[in-house]
Each structure stands twice: as C-alpha cells, then as structure tokens.
T-cell receptor
Framework: GQQVMQIPQYQHVQEGEDFTTYCNSS?????IQWYKQRPGGHPVFLIQ?????EVKKQKRLTFQFGEAKKNSSLHITATQTTDVGTYFC?????????????FGTGTRLTIIP | EAQVTQNPRYLITVTGKKLTVTCSQN?????MSWYRQDPGLGLRQIYY???????DKGDVPEGYKVSRKEKRNFPLILESPSPNQTSLYFC??????????????FGPGTRLTVT
C-alpha cells in the first residue's frame, strides 16, 4: 500500500538556525498537506500543495512539492521558539472521488534558546 | 464557533467491552476521518468518509467500525477492544476540492486505554 516516509524523526536546532523536513511517497500523490502539532495538542493545517513543482511561502516557512509529485519539503528560516512542535506531511491519493490520506511519521522540532 | 468535538476525551476500559467514540462537526464538511496516533508511528488513518453513507477503509481499519448516517456525525465503534488499540484517537473533518480533502480540522483527541 501507499507509504509516506518522513525524515528526520527528530531535529534539535539553535534558535535562529534553519530547519528542513522531507517527505517521500512510494506512489504519485494527488496533493500533499502539511500540519503542525504542538506538544499535547492536535494537528493544525498549514498548507496544501497540488501542482507538480509547486512552491508556496508563508512568512518564514517554504513548502515545495516535487516535479514527480512524490516528494515534498518544509523549510523554516531562522527558527523561533514558537516553531516547536511536530511537523507532519500527509499525502493524498484520490481514487474514483475517494481520498485516502496517509501521514508521514512526523519530524519533532525542538529549539535550543 | 467552528469546531470538531469528540467524546469522551479519556476512556479506560477492559478487553472485549464494546465502546463508541463520538465525533461531531458543525462546519457542514463532507469529508470526515478517524486517525490513531502512536509514538513513532505518526497518524494512521483508520476510516474515512467522503459524504453521508460513503465510508472507506484507511490504513489500519481492523478492529474498528464507523458509520455516517448524518453529515455532521462520524462515530468510531470498537466492537471488542483489545490492548493493542490503546492509543490517542483523532477525528477530523474538511471540505473537499477537486484534489480531495482540504484543510482538515482535528478534534481535541480521545485517549483510550484498554486493559
């Protein structure tokens, strides 16, 4: 079945350093979504990418969708303590109007002040 | 306030005792889904529903049942819970666009322990 791998599993960075998490799917995706989960909280939607090669920015966050629609990345520039949390990608696979969403295992980001 | 509610938030039960976790959303969303979250495994989709009376299996459906009789409700049923179903469960809902689900809203989670 569809698998979505995400690396790294953990990342510890000094405040102000950059951070990147990568997502790879075993199958071509219809779309990819990114979520952030703070400790003790529930996942919160960040963005959806749908087009091959798409790049979207949200302030210090840059999201990319690969040309083959099988991989994606999230890059945070100059991390801040508010960026702490676990970042998940979720790959959508649409079949006859039904969509199965497979989440990656997540990257837990901790910030060293 | 737009939200997804789950009940109960915490539940400790024994093996074999049927239980239902309710999920309700007030945003008129078509898509609803259940996930379980376990350490190191991320979020795994159990079942999803594109609309009323339309449900389909996710990645880990064994041991679970769902129903979608109304658009707003999507209960998760464990007919005979076992200890390996001890987990944190999230319900989510979203609108859909031409690419599938979009911007899932998650409930607060239900922490289930089966002894």
């Amino acid at each position: 079945g569809q698998q979505v791998m995400q690396i790294p599993q953990y990342q510890h960075v000094q405040e102000g350093e950059d951070f990147t998490t990568y997502c790879n799917s075993s199958t071509t995706l219809s779309n990819i979504q990114w979520y952030k989960q703070r400790p003790g909280g529930h996942p919160v939607f960040l963005i959806q990418l749908v087009k091959s090669g798409e790049v979207k920015k949200q302030k210090r966050l840059t999201f990319q969708f690969g040309e083959a629609k099988k991989n994606s990345s999230l890059h945070i520039t100059a991390t801040q303590t508010t960026d702490v949390g676990t970042y998940f990608c979720a790959g959508g696979l649409t079949n006859f109007g039904n969509e199965k969403l497979t989440f990656g295992t997540g990257t837990r980001l901790t910030i060293i002040p | 306030e737009a939200q997804v509610t789950q009940n109960p938030r915490y539940l400790i039960t024994v093996t074999g005792k049927k239980l239902t976790v309710t999920c309700s959303q007030n945003m008129n969303h078509e898509y609803m889904s259940w996930y379980r979250q376990d350490p190191g495994l991320g979020l795994r989709q159990i079942y999803y529903s594109m609309n009323v009376e339309v449900t389909d299996k996710g990645d880990v459906p064994e041991g679970y049942k769902v129903s979608r009789k109304e658009k707003r409700n999507f209960p998760l049923i464990l007919e005979s819970p076992s200890p390996n179903q001890t987990s944190l469960y999230f319900c989510a809902s979203s609108l859909t666009n031409s690419y599938g689900s979009y911007e899932q809203y998650f409930g607060p989670g239900t922490r289930l322990t089966v002894t």
